[in-house]
């Protein structure tokens, strides 16, 4: 558990210091060299804290190909720790006048930017990971809210966890469920039962999104079942189900980021049991958004929530050295055709979105580990 909190604390002071450490730092003062000539729209990324390995990282990384690649004064504004301050840190954003400003609804930013949009029309807003059925957005034409087809990718890596799977047994440990978490949860049953109809899927919450030794302990309880791969989503809790894994000796699937290359050269018996990630590009979709109101498109979902699948860059699953080197070629060609059957629409992944709670209990149900 050492070295997974060492690197955790060394993932957090690396992104800190590519913040310069402000709460209110402007990017994209660094990357204006050069666009002296060009007309700079001011865009602000109100963000969760960087190290999370999660939503706030991979979103960052997309805020700063912005900044790079776009005729944009860019402005990363890191939201304080006490969530009584989301308003004010979202109005004092919004009273610099900005074009765009876009957020993540996972960090409970959601609320507040509906509650200032309509006080701020000139202001396009998009945020991330926003529920189908958000209320109160569908009379704003200056709102868009933005969801990865977690269902899609999370199939992929049931599909793959069974394939690996020697025992037939296969395991989910999230933070906490909730809709976002349980469109997880039917991709990840639905993907195993496509390679395996007798699969079983043990699925747990470990209880939060920050504390390893929790999600751990949950994993080691599926493992003492006999699941022998386990996909880890539970942001930074993540790694205590990565390290179950490890010192238990079977397959590990993260989340979010590629979380095996975090470990390469620290820690490489960790790397190696990650056999992928599930990668939810939140950069990419920040960086197309923002790209798309540049150029005029009108066909943004204004006063809706628009889903960015495989097929649209939305997601993947991650193909590194370790996949390469742990996954048997035979699968690996399947894992390729089932991509491309998804991306065409050959094959579709059940979503939580579309089941009833009944339907959706009725799934997990099936699927009881024995």
Known sequence: MKNLISVALALIMAFSLAACGGSAQTSGSQNTQGKQDTELTKVIYIGGTLGDAGIADSTYEGFQRIVDELPVDGQYIELPTDPSAYAATLLDACDQEPAMIFTSANNGMIDEVVSAAPNYPDIKFMVLDTALSQDGIDKLDNFVGVLCAQNEVSFLTGYLAMRMSKTGKVG???????????????????GAQYANPNAQVAVSASGDFVDQAAAKETALAQIRQGCDVIYAVGAASSFGTLEACKESGVWGIGCDTDLAAQFIGVDDAQADCIITSAYKDWGNISYSWVKRVLEGADDINWGGVEIYGVADGGCKIIENSIYEKQVPAEIRADMDALVEAVTNGEVTCPSYFDMTEEQYLELKNSVTVK
Do not use: N, R
Request: proline share 5%.
């Open 172 to 190: 989910i440990v999230v933070g906490v469920e909730y809709p976002t978490l349980s469109d997880f949860i039917t991709g990840y049953i639905s």
